[in-house]
């Protein structure tokens, strides 16, 4: 069975800043299809739960606050991919959207609810080191 990371909170974890999960029931049907191992790369970077929204600002990461989050969450993607090659992982799915885990489109910075294009911290580096992403979103694309 291949194994694949997954976002904790698609798995129904409470791992979001606001201390809830965002479970995504289609996700059951991949436990028998794959070894999913669940990650929260904002949780690895240090950061509590629940912790105050972020949002990427070019190559920082911004709390709603104003806090400089960018070290927290380079870490959590270091980390991240530190478990993928432990693990020999090739594939990930992760949480759409998020400044750690979206891929494509995330939010645009102004925390006003406004999306552009761009990955998250985690998505980023997990795909510069040749792992597939995909979102909770493209299930049917997975291999
Ligand atoms: Fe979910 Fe990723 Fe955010 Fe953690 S960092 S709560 S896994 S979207």
């Known amino acids: 069975m291949s194994k694949i990371l997954i976002s904790a909170c698609l798995l129904g974890m409470c791992c979001r800043y606001d201390g809830k999960s965002c479970e995504y029931q289609k996700i ?3 436990v028998d299809r794959y070894e ?3 990650v929260c790369p904002e949780q690895l ?3 509590p739960t629940p912790r105050t929204p972020s949002e990427r600002i070019g190559d920082k990461v911004i709390m709603k ?3 400089d989050v960018t070290r927290q969450y380079n870490r959590g ?3 991240t991919l ?3 090659k432990l693990f020999d992982i090739r594939t990930a799915i992760l949480k759409s959207k998020s400044p750690s885990c979206g891929k494509g489109l995330i939010h645009d910075g102004t925390f ?3 999306m552009t294009e761009g990955n998250g911290v985690t998505a980023d580096l997990l795909m510069r080191n040749g792992i597939k992403v995909y ?3 493209e299930l049917d694309l997975l291999p």
């Open 135 to 137: 979102t909770e979103e």
């Open 28 to 30: 059951s049907e991949l």
């Open 112 to 114: 006003e609810g406004g």
């Open 65 to 67: 606050d104003g806090t």
């Open 36 to 38: 999913l191992i669940p």
């Open 45 to 47: 970077g240090g950061l």
């Open 77 to 79: 993607a270091e980390e």
């Open 82 to 84: 530190r478990l993928a």
